[in-house]
């Protein structure tokens, strides 16, 4: 089943928080006949956008095909949070790539977020931008390395923004007695994630690069794209379809697994919220499958967690995603859910992204693997730049490139979805 229609009407955004309180730009135009361009991006999140606003803002003729609208995927429905660094830390990074590489990749972690601030600050895009991402560990042993981490994070990049907790500490900031210590990144944040789509979109349009919706990709290839209704062709091709890739392109859809995610939004707390975090920061989890919540500029708790490996999302996603918000906050057993919804990711072995290019001219990103906010917005930035000539950035990430997922045929995505839920499984026996 094509994830793009497994669990969505054609165009029409899911319900939501971020939808109800996001005003989208007028539709684009489906596109219709023959377009030439320079370059055609396939996919209107953060990765297809921020490439066609930066591609164009170096003198490219741009075109991007978006299937249903712009923000339409995850994101403009995940966890709104920009973290710096990678997904994996750097002693990992260190193992894998060596110490100078590392430290590149950190600093390419680092712009990723001093990105996202900047386009909102450029573009005064609403985004309700908050200063602050706390980690959270459920086990002493992760509070320990986790104490280990800022320190060394300090010691050998700099990096004094994160600063450790204790088990008082993060109780005292999160309001919650599952914890045993953590960290607190003040280089990190949160922002809304539609809002920042559609910020983006706006800018992209402005700049010159032509935007067609309502125009799903049903081939690819060097110099071509190929639509129901129409055809662009253009020197460059971009994929920025991340978990919705689909066979569209199939070395890097080897490379990627699309998990489905959820999110609720409470009903506004009011005087209750600031009992759940004291300061206006999001908070992520030491799970496997995390958990991550922050507060809403309305009050509301927003709360993600739990995830799923098959096309369709569960028929109650409020319950699925209340039980795991209820082990650390038990107290909202009597809150309302106002919304509750899912979207699809992509993730890789590795956890680190995946940057390609699969034949001359065709290029992709994607597999932000829960990180993608920052990454995939800056991910843009290194594309434009790498067609213009200059590769620094994007070889430095394509050195990473995660391995491809196992080749079981049409077992892939069960047998994947066995391997997670085993670690699933770990979480809840606290290994």
């Given at each position: 089943?094509?994830?793009?229609?497994?669990?969505?009407?054609?165009?029409?955004?899911?319900?939501?928080?971020?939808?109800?309180?996001?005003?989208?730009?007028?539709?684009?135009?489906?596109?219709?006949?023959?377009?030439?361009?320079?370059?055609?991006?396939?996919?209107?999140?953060?990765?297809?956008?921020?490439?066609?606003?930066?591609?164009?803002?170096?003198?490219?003729?741009?075109?991007?095909?978006?299937?249903?609208?712009?923000?339409?995927?995850?994101?403009?429905?995940?966890?709104?949070?920009?973290?710096?660094?990678?997904?994996?830390?750097?002693?990992?990074?260190?193992?894998?790539?060596?110490?100078?590489?590392?430290?590149?990749?950190?600093?390419?972690?680092?712009?990723?977020?001093?990105?996202?601030?900047?386009?909102?600050?450029?573009?005064?895009?609403?985004?309700?931008?908050?200063?602050?991402?706390?980690?959270?560990?459920?086990?002493?042993?992760?509070?320990?390395?986790?104490?280990?981490?800022?320190?060394?994070?300090?010691?050998?990049?700099?990096?004094?923004?994160?600063?450790?907790?204790?088990?008082?500490?993060?109780?005292?900031?999160?309001?919650?007695?599952?914890?045993?210590?953590?960290?607190?990144?003040?280089?990190?944040?949160?922002?809304?994630?539609l809002r920042f789509a559609f910020g983006l979109a706006t800018a992209a349009a402005?700049?010159?690069?032509?935007?067609?919706?309502?125009?799903?990709?049903?081939?690819?290839?060097?110099?071509?794209?190929?639509?129901?209704?129409?055809?662009?062709?253009?020197?460059?091709?971009?994929?920025?379809?991340?978990?919705?890739?689909?066979?569209?392109?199939?070395?890097?859809?080897?490379?990627?697994?699309?998990?489905?995610?959820?999110?609720?939004?409470?009903?506004?707390?009011?005087?209750?919220?600031?009992?759940?975090?004291?300061?206006?920061?999001?908070?992520?989890?030491?799970?496997?499958?995390?958990?991550?919540?922050?507060?809403?500029?309305?009050?509301?708790?927003?709360?993600?967690?739990?995830?799923?490996?098959?096309?369709?999302?569960?028929?109650?996603?409020?319950?699925?995603?209340?039980?795991?918000?209820?082990?650390?906050?038990?107290?909202?057993?009597?809150?309302?859910?106002?919304?509750?919804?899912?979207?699809?990711?992509?993730?890789?072995?590795?956890?680190?992204?995946?940057?390609?290019?699969?034949?001359?001219?065709?290029?992709?990103?994607?597999?932000?693997?829960?990180?993608?906010v920052a990454l995939a917005t800056l991910a843009g930035r290194i594309l434009?730049?790498?067609?213009?000539?200059?590769?620094?950035?994007?070889?430095?990430?394509?050195?990473?490139?995660?391995?491809?997922?196992?080749?079981?045929?049409?077992?892939?995505?069960?047998?994947?979805?066995?391997?997670?839920?085993?670690?699933?499984?770990?979480?809840?026996?606290?290994?």
């Amino acid at each position: 089943m094509n994830l793009l229609h497994a669990n969505d009407r054609p165009g029409v955004y899911p319900d939501s928080w971020y939808a109800a309180t996001a005003e989208p730009p007028a539709p684009f135009p489906e596109l219709a006949g023959a377009v030439r361009a320079d370059i055609v991006v396939v996919g209107g999140g953060y990765t297809g956008l921020s490439t066609a606003l930066h591609a164009a803002r170096l003198g490219y003729d741009v075109a991007l095909v978006e299937a249903h609208r712009v923000g339409f995927g995850a994101s403009g429905r995940n966890g709104g949070q920009v973290s710096v660094g990678q997904r994996q830390d750097q002693d990992y990074l260190e193992a894998a790539v060596g110490r100078d590489d590392a430290r590149k990749l950190w600093e390419i972690g680092l712009e990723a977020v001093a990105l996202v601030r900047a386009l909102i600050a450029e573009h005064a895009i609403a985004a309700e931008w908050r200063d602050g991402v706390a980690h959270a560990d459920w086990t002493d042993s992760g509070a320990a390395e986790t104490r280990a981490h800022v320190a060394r994070l300090a010691r050998d990049y700099g990096y004094d923004k994160a600063e450790p907790l204790d088990r008082d500490g993060i109780r005292a900031l999160i309001g919650s007695e599952a914890f045993r210590g953590g960290a607190v990144d003040w280089g990190s944040g949160h922002m809304h994630p539609l809002r920042f789509a559609f910020g983006l979109a706006t800018a992209a349009a402005a700049s010159g690069a032509r935007i067609f919706e309502r125009s799903e990709a049903v081939e690819v290839g060097p110099g071509l794209v190929r639509t129901a209704k129409g055809t662009v062709r253009a020197d460059q091709v971009v994929l920025a379809c991340n978990g919705y890739l689909g066979g569209l392109e199939r070395t890097t859809a080897a490379r990627i697994l699309p998990i489905n995610n959820f999110i609720v939004a409470t009903e506004p707390l009011g005087r209750r919220a600031a009992e759940l975090l004291a300061k206006d920061i999001a908070v992520a989890d030491s799970r496997f499958v995390v958990d991550y919540w922050r507060l809403s500029h309305d009050g509301r708790l927003l709360f993600g967690g739990g995830e799923s490996y098959g096309d369709r999302f569960p028929r109650d996603i409020a319950a699925k995603v209340r039980k795991p918000m209820l082990k650390i906050y038990p107290q909202l057993r009597d809150v309302r859910i106002d919304h509750a919804w899912g979207g699809t990711l992509a993730i890789t072995r590795s956890r680190l992204p995946d940057f390609a290019r699969p034949a001359p001219g065709l290029w992709s990103a994607s597999g932000y693997s829960g990180h993608g906010v920052a990454l995939a917005t800056l991910a843009g930035r290194i594309l434009a730049e790498a067609i213009h000539g200059d590769l620094a950035r994007f070889d430095t990430m394509a050195r990473v490139r995660p391995p491809a997922l196992p080749a079981l045929g049409p077992a892939r995505t069960p047998m994947m979805a066995l391997a997670m839920k085993w670690y699933a499984l770990r979480d809840r026996l606290g290994v």
